[in-house]
Every structure is written in structure tokens, then in C-alpha cells.
């Protein structure tokens, strides 16, 4: 092999941080980076499937700037960084599909807050990630584009709906990503493929640009290939937006500062209701291992009770299909987007654009939501589900009271085989029963590397934070992370 | 039988914001269609509203103004629809928790409205009867607004609440158009106050009474520009009829957008007489939405609708809950303008002014602001108020200006009405002033000055004019002084003619009647 | 049965989803199977429960009355599948 190419398979392997590092030293320049990855992505990623768009032309350019940037002195820690991005955020200028036939070629008009942000801080986006459709799924398997493939097994799913924003970190087709989360769906791709990802409090991040699957669980969020990229991408995007009332207006702390190592006295909580019969082994292996682990960097574990988890599933199928069914009432194709040809009328053009351009899983959805909402049903329905839900945000705030945080596997099994699940919606449902609970609760929590199964796939544990308590999750992932050498494996491919 | 009709009203409001309720575009009339958009108003992917804070004010406003309790928490709600001029699919509005609840409006009715509520045959006759009151009400007032007031009743607001109005359909006048309609999403977005009242409405006539006095307190208060033309004030109606004596009401029809107040009366009145004579034929009224059509005053039902609505209201995720503190509360109560009602009682405890000058003087905000600027800077209030229903108003039409554009300032009004009281000019020369004000922008006194119009009160002047009047006269001097009193009126034009209208015509009857009967 | 044929068919035309026979006897069957699922919900007691709709509790988020630039009508429109005159077209809206 020629020396450059040697230097190119090395980018792409490299943390934010690590290339960060780089940059300031000069050693390497924003475009080396980005061609790197660029070349990395057309290499692997047609047996990965992560990208929907690939963007070279605008990030070279942005590594460009990036690199102007660095010579002038003005360094922060994503600049000149190459980042993909899940295709459900708004990019101006670019197709933005939201892995929808629905939503045709439509090319937004304008960047939502977090890639602003992103830009602002002198990332290069370097294309739009593959992910379920509408982000409904637990296995990448719904999008529209076809089903992105699990870097460490390309019969598996890499998990969803995050699917290509988890796979191209496993990949390596992206420095670090950004993903959504509304059950589970940036923790648990982020499990199954191996790296860090990080749901944080519901409104610490703006939901502005980012297209709507269910409002009220919806949370933006990184993967990453270790917790301190996952903090520094956090700092990047959180924050108070003006332009989303749900965003909440509390100070941001740094932190990288909270990456301490150390977690001695920390007291965290094991819920009964998490370690079930049912858990894999090998999840459950990997779990007391790091158990032990943390016993052994002083930390305190004790047993809780989060009554209500048994009906987190129920609860969130119904909130989240009612808020998808009015979301997803704007795709009808009359501002953008597909429209169905020879339709005889106008409801007619509705119901046809709709059949056409939805797929299954969104059908699915929208059914129920609506059927949850329609008169009659609403209170047996989506009104109790409401209260269910105010009866699981208490649990973890009781349980909060004693621990500070709280440790779970994120899934009830490592990654399964594409098409495993996708006859029976309802077991597809019950594998985010670990991950839902959060979201209904609109607390954070974060996935780690933790352990491999017998059969080479990567397994995660989940630390739940109070509201607010990115830090101390971080700082425990963090000395976990630094106490194991999971993080440093690599999918081979 | 006869039959008593049930109204009640949803009358929709459009606020005089700068800005759209849930983002920034502009809400100025007759932009070029889809100007006035962004991502919010689009209904564009990933877009989200933030609430103008404006519009909470204006709905406190509005609700303070009709008795209204103000909620301390209400939330937004979805209502969910498909239509092509509802960019999200669903319009922003308030179900459970509104902003405001539980208010009245009274409005004044004649004694006639109980009969025009009555039997079928009865009706017409009672509603011509009534319409000629109205009209020669209307005569009397130009404002054409006032009804012979018999009694005060009070009209329940059940609930105003805030909500997004969708954009415009254009069916024609687009070149290319073909079979299609045009969607234009500039009015997408734009404030609404939906103001909902209880069914307690009896007949068309407290309908428009209703209507009426709604949209002067919604103008009055400065939220609404009342333009009904351009529908900022539109009205749905609810109508249905019962037998007189039940307490059941009817099967009710809701009458969509109706943008006048003549339009409400016949659309309402129509829908009466249809559902009574529906009844009469053993019909049944059916529940449904229809359509007034201006042209022929009548209604007609909106057909295609291929399926009942369900809405499905949910509390709206993307906005959070609106608290509004009793501090607030207060704060809005402050900067409330005086309202009509208020405004007319002043004016006849504490300025001693006619019903019919208070109400004139009342019907617009910007009429009463200029009243009171006059007798704030010491104008006579009897005088002021017939200056201002008289020669400006008067001028005023002839110039097809509002009073606000008035050239003449209360402060030029009220020196020429104390050049009058002071006797400086007679009346009838302070016309003439007036109109020198009117184009010219000069003080009363300067004008007086320059043009030499002071008026004469000095008795030997005058007796001197009376005197040459009465020797060239000495005929008429004769028929008087036989009896024929008429005359008098004779020597008062001649005296005032002679002097240019400058004498004051007080000392001319009095002297003049003097030396006619030869004292 | 939680839930028959021509419920689901109901749902769709109210969602605006056109179904094709093999899609309403799919759904009818999953739907089925989901609502069988949640019923589980009422093993709970929820009298005198307040229902959470919002994930935070956060209130009076507003912006104040100014102006901002809109998109401008060629942006507005660019993404449309019909257009005219500066309108979105539609099929013929009969009133
Ligand atoms: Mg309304
Ligand atoms: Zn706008």
C-alpha cells in the first residue's frame, strides 16, 4: 500500500478528540480528514447501507473553512471534525428524507438549531444517515432507502431507528454522529453496535429542525466512539433555543469537567423490575461484570423498585402513535414532497400520496394514533395512558431520592437477524422495554460499551440520570469506559 | 305552532399583531400570495410555533372587556383536519383549558324582539313592524347603530379562546390555473380570538345587537382593526328552533363565515323560517354545517363532506402551558381604554349630555378620545358635544375622513367654542371660522382677528342698525304692532344682515323687541 | 375482537390512508393484537392521576410582536409538486 492511503485508513479511526488533537498540532488538515472518511464511506459503506445522502462536495468545502479557521487560530473542539448527521434533521440546501418516500426530493429551506450549532462550532457534515422511517423502528429495517446492516455482522440489524447514525461509527464512516431518540432509538443502535450514545433530559437539546415523530419524547442526542466525544458533542448542541418552547432555559455546564474518573461513593441503583427472566445471558454476564467493575472504582450499588416498567410499552405506543398521527398529518403533498398522480379529487390525492408514500410501520402508527385519539377512545386510551405516564415519571423520581443514578442493560438482547421481528410489530415493540421508560419520563441516560455476546456482537449497559444530570452519568460511563477496553474494539470490516 | 329559534354565536376575531401567533411573518392585508411565509407557517418539517406574547395580552384584554374569568393556566390544543389551506394538518387552537371563560355581554333590545320571535305567521309582519323602527331609528342616527333601548339582556359568553387561522383557497382570477384551486398561506398562522357565546340569543336582531357591540369593544380595545370586509370580525352561527314554551332546544345548523352584520341578520332570519317551515312539513332539521350566499340571502348546505369530524383535540406538545398571574391580570386591567358602556353613563351623570349624545358620541373610540380631549381643555360639554356630532362629523363625511385625521385639533374646537360662550363671535359666524380652520391651520382668534368677526353686543351700535331698519320698514313696524308677531323673525334677518351676521342676536331680540312694541 | 374491519377502515379515511383489502386485514389483525396489548393499562388505578403531556415542566415560552424576514415566495415554493402563479395548486376545492 502507497503511504498516503496508510495515513487515510488511519483518520478514520480516530476519536473527536484524538483528530481534534491533530488539528491543533497541525499535523493533519481538515480536507486530509474529510477525503479520508469520504473514501472510507465508499469503500464500506454499500455492504453498511448508514448514508442515505453523501454530501463530499459541501464538506469539503466546510473543511475548507474549518481549516482557514485552524491556521487563523480559531480552534474548538469540532472544528474541522467530519459528522454525519440522521436524515430526520433539517439540512438547508440538502434532501432531507427522513427515509420517507414521502417526503420525495424535498430540500429544506433552512438548518435546524442543533446543526447550526454544529456548523457554528466548525463541523463538517459529511452526509444524511440511513434510519427507520420517521424514526419508527427498533432495527433500521423500515427505512425507505433499505435496511442499514450491523458493521459487526451484516446479517444483523445495527438497531434503530438511529441505525446509520450507530453503524457509521462502527463503520468508521463518521468521526461522530447525531441521532434522535423517542424509545430508545440512539441507546439501543448505539448497544448493538458499540459505541457511546446519549439520550440527554428532555428540552436540554432544540428539537427545531428536527422532523417530528413524537414531540413530547423526542430528544436529540450523540454517538460516539468514546464518552468524552459524547460530551463534547453534547456541549455543542445543548442549550436553550428561543425557537423551540419546549427547550429549556437552564445554564450548560462543561462537560468535559465532569469526566473526573472518579465515581467513588457514587450510588447507583439496580431496579428489580430490569433484571428480568427473560434477559439474554449474555447481557446479563455483561452486566454483572460491570457491577463488579464499579465495585471496584468504590461505587455503591443499591436494589430499587420502579414499579410501573412492566407498563412503559403499553404507555408509550399509545402517547407516541397519538402525537405521530397529527405529526405526520403535513405530508400530503400540497408544500412539498410526493404527490400521488390521476387522483380524482382532493381527498382522494391525500389518501392516495399518503398510501404511496408512507411505509408500513408509519401506517401502522398513524393508525393507531389516530384510532387512540378518535372520539370515544381518547380517554380509555390516550388519557390513561397520559396518567400511566405520570405514574412512571414518579417512579424514577422516588427512586432518584436515594441513588444517583440508575444502571440497566439497554436491551433485552444483543443485536437479532434482519427480518427476525419485522412479522410480529408487537415483539418488535417489547425488545425497547429497557429504553421506553426514560423517554416517558423525559430524563437522560446513556449507553456504554460493556461486553461482547458469544457471537461477536457488542452489548451496552444503560446508566438513567436524574432530569438534568448529563454529569454525573457522563462522569460514571466515562470511568467505566476508562476501568475496560470495550470502546476499543473495532467491527471488522 | 309556534316557535321560539335558539341562536348562539362563534364570532372570530383577527388581532392587530404585527406578527403571525406562532412565528415571526409579517400579518400585513394584500401581500403577494405566499410572501408572507416561513418554515412555522409552512407547515414545513421540523418546524415549531413559539407563541406570541402579544396575543395573550390582546385575549386578556378582550376578556377583561366582556366580563370574562382569566384562566391562570390554559393550554394549546391540535384540533386535527385535512384541508389544503391547514399547512400541519391539524390548526393550533384551545379546547379543554381556554384563556378566558364564563363572561356576558349585555346589549340593549326592544320589547319588538319578543314578538318577532314568535308564531310562523306572525313573524313576518312583527319583523316589518320592527324594521320600521329601525329605520327611523336609523334615520335619526347617521351611525345607523341604535335601537329604540326598552330593556338591557344579557348575553353569555361561554369562552374566548386563541388560535391560528388557516390560509386562503382561490378558486379563479389565476392565470394557468386550469380545473385546480390556488393555496395562498399568507394568512396561515394569523391570530384568531375565537369568542363563543352561550345559545342565548332569541332572535336576529339581539344577534346583530350582539354582534354589534362586540366589535365596537374588540375595536375600542384596540386589538381588532373591525374590518370586516377584509374579514378581521366574522361570525358562524348557531340556529336552531324549538315550540315556544320548551325548554329542550332544537336540532341546531351552524352557518360558516358570515362578514357582515346585514348578512348575519338575513342569513339567521333565513335559517328560522327554513328550519320552522322544515318542522311544519314534518321534516327534521339535520346537524350540519352550512354556507350563507350573500347574493340570494339565503343558506344552502356544504355537501361534500364525505365523513363526520372528528377532531381529535390533544394537548398540543410542542407549547407549553400559559400561566398568567393575577399581576398580569392587573397590569392588562390598567391599560384598558375606557369602554363605550362606561363611557356613556360619564357622559350622562357627570356631563348631564342626552342618552342619544352619549351613545353618538361613544360608537367609535377615536370620536370619544376627541370629546374628551375638548373637554379636558375646558370646552362647554353641551356645546362640544354638538360641535362634534354636528359641523365635524358633518365635515368630517363630506371630507371621507376618520376623526383621527381631523385637521381641526380639540384644542382649535375647544377655543372656538370658548370664543362663543364668551361672546366674542356668534354661532353661526363660528361656522364660518370653523371652515377657515378646516383649510387653513390658524387659531380661531387669529381668524376672528383677521376677518374682522367679532361679534357686536354694543347696545347703541345695534339700537342705531334697529332704528334705520324700523324707519324703511315702518309697514312690517305696523303689522307687528297689530298682532302679527311672525314679523319679528323678519327684522332679526335684516338686523343680523346689516350687521354681517356680527350682532349678537341675544341683545338684537332683546332690543329689538323693545322698540317694536314701542318702548 | 378489539377492533373490526370496518373500524379500521374508518381510521384510515380519517388519517387520509388509502388501504389496500390486504392491508386493512393486516392491520386489523396487528391493531387488534396491539389494543389486546394495552389493555394491560387498566390493571392500574389512574382516579385522580394528572395526566402528563409535557416532558418537562416548563411554562409561558413566548416571542415578542417584531417582524422577522420571511422565506420568500421561491423558497415557500420551491419543494411544491404543483404550483402556479405563486400558489401551491391543488385539485379543484369544491365548497
Ligand atoms: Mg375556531
Ligand atoms: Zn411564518
Known sequence: ?493 | MRFQPVIGLEVHVQLKTDTKIFCGCSTKFGAAPNSQTCPVCLGMPGALPVLNKKVVEFAIRAGLATNCRIAPRSVFARKNYFYPDLPKGYQISQFELPICQNGHLDIEVTDLNSISSGCQGGKEEATRAYSDVRRGADDEVNAGRRLKANSVKRIGITRIHMEEDAGKLVHSDIPGLGSGSGVDLNRACTPLLEIVSEPDIRSADEAVAYLRKLHQIVVYLGICDGNMEEGSFRCDANVSVMPVGSTTFGTRTETKNVNSFRFVKQAIEYEIERQIELIGEGGKVVQETRLFDPGTGETRSMRGKEEAHDYRYFPDPDLVPLVISNDWVADVALSLPELPEARRSRYRSELGLSDYDAEVLTATREMAEYFEACIALGAPAKGAANWVMGEVTRTLNEAGKGIAECPVTPERLTALLQLIEKGTISGKIAKTVFDEMWSSDKAPEAIVEEKGLVQVSDTGEIERIIDEIMAANMGQVEEFRGGKEKVFGFFVGQVMRASKGKANPAVVNELLMKKLKGA | MKITKAEVDAVALLARLELTPEETETFTGQMDAILAYVEKLNELDTSGIVPTSHAVPVENAFRDDEVRPSIGVENALANAPDRVEGFFRVPKVIE
Not at chain 1, 499535523?27 to 474529510?34: G, W
Not at chain 1, 420517507?100 to 447550526?116: E, H, K
Not at chain 1, 451484516?154 to 468521526?175: D, H, Q
Not at chain 1, 460511563?477 to 470502546?487: K, M, N, P
Request: hydrophobic residues 40%; glycine residues 8%; negative net charge.
Open chain 1, 1 to 493: 500500500m502507497p503511504p498516503q492511503t496508510e495515513i487515510l485508513m488511519e483518520l478514520h479511526d480516530l476519536t473527536i478528540h484524538e483528530l481534534h488533537d491533530r488539528l491543533k498540532r497541525k499535523e493533519v488538515s481538515s480536507v486530509e480528514a474529510t477525503r479520508a472518511l469520504l473514501a472510507r464511506i465508499e469503500a464500506v459503506d454499500p455492504k453498511v447501507n448508514a448514508y442515505i445522502t453523501v454530501t463530499p462536495e459541501e464538506a469539503l468545502a466546510a473543511a475548507q473553512d474549518a481549516d482557514r479557521r485552524i491556521a487563523a487560530g480559531d480552534i474548538a473542539p469540532l472544528t474541522g471534525i467530519p459528522i454525519g448527521l440522521k436524515d430526520i434533521f433539517v439540512t438547508k440546501g440538502i434532501r432531507t428524507t427522513c427515509a420517507s418516500r414521502i417526503l420525495g426530493n424535498f430540500v429544506p429551506p433552512y438548518d435546524g438549531t442543533a446543526v447550526a450549532r454544529l456548523k457554528e462550532a466548525g463541523a463538517v457534515i459529511v452526509g444524511k444517515l440511513n434510519q427507520d422511517e420517521f424514526a419508527m423502528g427498533s432495527s433500521g429495517e423500515s427505512s425507505a432507502f433499505g435496511p442499514t446492516r450491523n458493521p459487526w455482522n451484516l446479517e444483523c440489524i445495527p438497531g434503530g431507528s438511529s441505525s446509520g447514525s450507530a453503524a457509521a461509527i462502527a463503520a468508521r464512516t463518521a468521526t461522530a454522529t447525531l441521532g434522535t431518540d423517542t424509545g430508545g432509538s440512539i441507546r439501543q443502535p448505539a448497544s448493538h453496535c458499540g459505541c457511546v450514545g446519549l439520550r440527554p433530559t428532555y428540552g436540554r437539546v432544540s428539537r427545531y429542525g428536527v422532523i417530528a415523530y413524537a414531540s413530547s419524547l423526542d430528544q436529540v442526542g450523540p454517538l460516539t466512539r468514546d464518552v468524552t466525544d459524547c460530551a463534547l458533542m453534547l456541549q455543542a448542541v445543548a442549550g436553550h433555543d428561543p425557537l423551540d418552547s419546549t427547550s429549556v432555559d437552564l445554564p450548560v455546564p462543561d462537560y468535559t469537567k465532569a469526566l473526573t474518573g472518579d465515581v467513588k461513593g457514587l450510588r447507583l441503583g439496580l431496579p428489580k423490575e430490569y433484571y428480568i427472566a427473560g434477559l439474554d445471558p449474555d447481557v446479563k454476564m455483561a452486566l454483572d461484570e460491570a457491577i463488579e467493575t464499579y465495585r471496584g472504582l468504590g461505587v455503591e450499588f443499591i436494589d430499587i423498585s420502579l414499579p410501573h416498567t412492566d407498563y412503559a410499552v403499553a404507555t408509550y405506543y399509545l402517547v407516541a402513535t397519538a402525537e405521530a398521527s397529527s405529526n405526520l398529518a403535513r405530508y400530503e403533498g400540497v408544500r412539498f414532497g410526493h404527490r400521488a398522480e390521476g387522483a380524482a379529487s382532493l381527498i382522494d390525492m391525500f389518501r392516495k400520496t399518503r398510501a404511496e408514500g408512507f411505509g408500513a410501520e408509519v401506517k401502522r402508527r398513524i393508525m393507531l394514533g389516530t384510532y387512540a385519539l378518535s372520539s370515544g377512545y381518547y380517554d380509555a386510551y390516550y388519557l390513561k395512558a397520559q396518567k400511566v405516564r405520570t405514574l412512571i415519571m414518579q417512579d424514577f423520581l422516588k427512586a432518584f431520592e436515594t441513588v444517583d443514578a440508575i444502571l440497566t442493560p439497554v436491551a433485552p438482547t444483543p443485536a437479532f437477524r434482519i427480518g427476525e421481528k419485522t412479522r410480529d410489530p408487537l415483539q418488535m415493540y417489547l425488545s425497547d422495554i429497557f429504553t421506553i421508560p426514560v423517554n416517558l419520563a423525559g430524563t437522560c441516560a446513556v449507553s456504554v460499551p460493556a461486553g461482547m455476546s458469544g457471537n461477536g456482537l457488542p452489548i451496552g449497559l444503560q446508566l438513567i440520570g436524574r432530569p438534568f444530570g448529563e454529569e454525573t452519568i457522563l462522569r460514571a460511563a466515562h470511568a467505566f469506559e476508562q476501568a475496560t477496553a470495550w470502546h476499543q474494539r473495532k467491527a471488522q470490516i
